[in-house]
């Protein structure tokens, strides 16, 4: 499922226009994908576009608390892709409710354990979902450039 997310978002999210759900799905069909991990991924896309619409609080979006991870959200996402999410959150890179967006579509992915690479292309879609295409060279670089983002 996760190789069809990522082709749609190289195919169609960052251009921000994709066809209806019944030709993207004989599109997947055709490209060899599953149909079962096509309905997944549909499900998954269907699911990012109602939490990208929901009106947030402002003040949520500039919140300081300490998130807090469920032994179910420790056991899928580890220590490192934590550690990702901690510093694109401190660095102003994402704010409290799109980290909580990440940390949803993270969860709704058919792993039982996500790696940092899952993590970083989910961070672009959500991102992407939010309207920060502008922000996509410089967050890809720090994500899948050869360069170590470090705090100062």
Do not use: C
């Amino acid at each position: 499922m996760f190789d069809i997310l990522v082709y749609l978002f190289e195919n169609y999210f960052e251009v921000d226009a994709y066809p209806d759900e019944g030709t993207l799905t004989r599109e997947l069909s055709a490209a060899g994908f599953d149909r079962d991990e096509i309905n997944q991924a549909m499900t998954w896309v269907n699911g990012l576009e109602k939490l990208a619409q929901q009106n947030q609080l402002p003040s949520l979006t500039t919140s300081r608390a300490y998130r807090l991870y469920s032994e179910e959200e420790i056991t899928k996402i580890g220590a490192e892709p934590q550690g990702l999410l901690l510093f694109l959150e401190s660095s102003g890179i994402l704010n409290p409710v799109q980290r909580e967006l990440v940390i949803d579509r993270v969860m709704a992915l058919n792993e039982h354990a996500v790696s940092l690479e899952q993590v970083k292309w989910t961070v672009l879609m959500v991102l992407s979902s939010q309207g920060k295409t502008s922000d996509f060279m410089f967050i890809e670089d720090i994500l899948f450039g050869d360069m170590q983002p470090t705090m100062h």
